[in-house]
Nanobody, 124 residues
Framework: VQLQASGGGLVQAGGSLRLSCAASGFTLDHGAIGWFRQAPGKEREGVSCIRRGGGIVYTDAVKGRFTISRDNAKNTVYLQMNNLKPEDTAVYYC???????????????????WGQGTLVTVSS
């Protein structure tokens, strides 16, 4: 089981990035998958998750700006990030959950099999 995140970089405020998370060793649509981020000195927080069954949740800070999607044929999940802000600066991780609840909370403790992370830096 492996998750490989990519697509991070340096962008000015107001810009966009698309993160990708390629999965191997398991099929993405068989469970929940999520994006998380961790800024220096802060705890890892849930950004957006796709629950088993397809339900999608976003943290309030990114609603209307970020979009999570999944390509089952490529076994890859994406995070389209628009109108980026300096406070979005963090290392972004993707992870899968072993839990099958249709109301799974998008919190780090519900997820595992963490990828290596990709750094997003937003300059003001």
């Amino acid at each position: 089981v492996q998750l490989q995140a990519s697509g991070g970089g340096l962008v000015q405020a107001g810009g966009s990035l698309r993160l990708s998370c390629a999965a191997s060793g398991f099929t993405l649509d068989h469970g929940a998958i999520g994006w998380f981020r961790q800024a220096p000195g802060k705890e890892r927080e849930g950004v957006s998750c796709i629950r088993r069954g397809g339900g999608i949740v976003y943290t309030d800070a990114v609603k209307g700006r970020f979009t999570i999607s999944r390509d089952n044929a490529k076994n890859t999940v994406y995070l389209q990030m628009n109108n980026l802000k300096p406070e979005d600066t963090a290392v972004y991780y993707c992870a899968r959950s072993p839990f099958s609840s249709l109301r799974l909370s998008c919190i780090a403790s519900n997820f595992g099999s963490w990828g290596q992370g990709t750094l997003v830096t937003v300059s003001s």
